[in-house]
């Protein structure tokens, strides 16, 4: 089985701060890991992925994930945040063998003050 | 925009009714993955075709069912409708050429209203 836990239900971050969402997961077998992020009334874009490599994976908007393998996490950063920023956001997993469809945690609603 | 096609945006029915969602995927796609989005249980797959046979199964209820035709569009059928059904349900494909690490690509959704 396959599952992935986002502790955070909101973040709150004034604009300009750097930003975190964080994500762990648990997976036998290698994980791929996944960002989405949902504007409201919108389908989930994709933002980033993690498959092998460079622990540090760069996706789109300028958001960033750090892969930590010891930790089972995947948290998903940027440096600084914009007020546009606020969405919600889910991190997914699945193996790198079988079954394609992802599971998605919970979600974190990020919001930016101005 | 994903390349992802999902009808209806939005429909509202009565309990006990029947209703079909459609999804066209990414040109070229051949897979299809039907997600349910409610404020309870999150985002949960329930099913996937690849190119009209079904792949995997999530945690889709009997009173559902899904089919893919030969032109890749999907149908996701919801029967017997409850209140509790009431969700966004998301329609996703991907790219099968290459390596098998491809994210999903999401449609925008077809909110579904039970009364």
């Known amino acids: 089985a396959q599952s992935v836990a986002q502790p955070e239900d909101q973040v709150n971050v004034a604009e300009g701060n750097p930003l975190t969402v964080k994500c762990t997961y648990s997976v036998s077998g290698n994980p791929y890991l996944f960002w989405y992020v949902q504007y409201p009334n919108r389908g989930l874009q994709f933002l980033l992925k993690?498959?092998?490599?460079?622990?540090l994976v760069k996706g789109s908007y300028g958001f960033e994930a750090e892969f930590n393998k010891s930790q089972t996490s995947f948290h998903l950063k940027k440096p600084s945040a914009l007020v546009s920023d606020s969405a919600l956001y889910f991190c997914?997993?699945?193996?790198?063998?079988?079954?394609?469809?992802?599971?998605f945690g919970s979600g974190t609603r990020l919001q930016v003050q101005p | 925009d994903s390349g992802v096609t999902q009808t209806p945006k939005h429909l509202i029915t009565a309990t006990g009714q029947r209703v079909t969602l459609r999804c066209s995927p990414r040109s070229g796609d051949l897979s299809v993955y039907w997600y349910q989005q409610s404020l309870d249980q999150g985002l949960q797959f329930l099913i996937q075709y690849y190119n009209g046979e079904e792949r995997a199964k999530g945690n889709i209820l009997e009173r559902f069912s899904a089919q893919q035709f030969p032109d890749l569009h999907s149908e996701l059928n919801l029967s017997s409708l409850e209140l509790g059904d009431s969700a966004l349900y998301f329609c996703?494909?991907?790219?099968?050429?290459?390596?098998?690490?491809?994210?999903?690509?999401f449609g925008e959704g077809s909110r579904l209203t039970v009364l």
């Open positions: 997914a997993v699945r193996r790198d063998t079988g079954r394609r469809a992802l599971t």
């Open positions: 996703a494909s991907h790219g099968d050429r290459g390596l098998n690490t491809g994210e999903l690509f």
């Open positions: 993690y498959i092998t490599g460079d622990n």
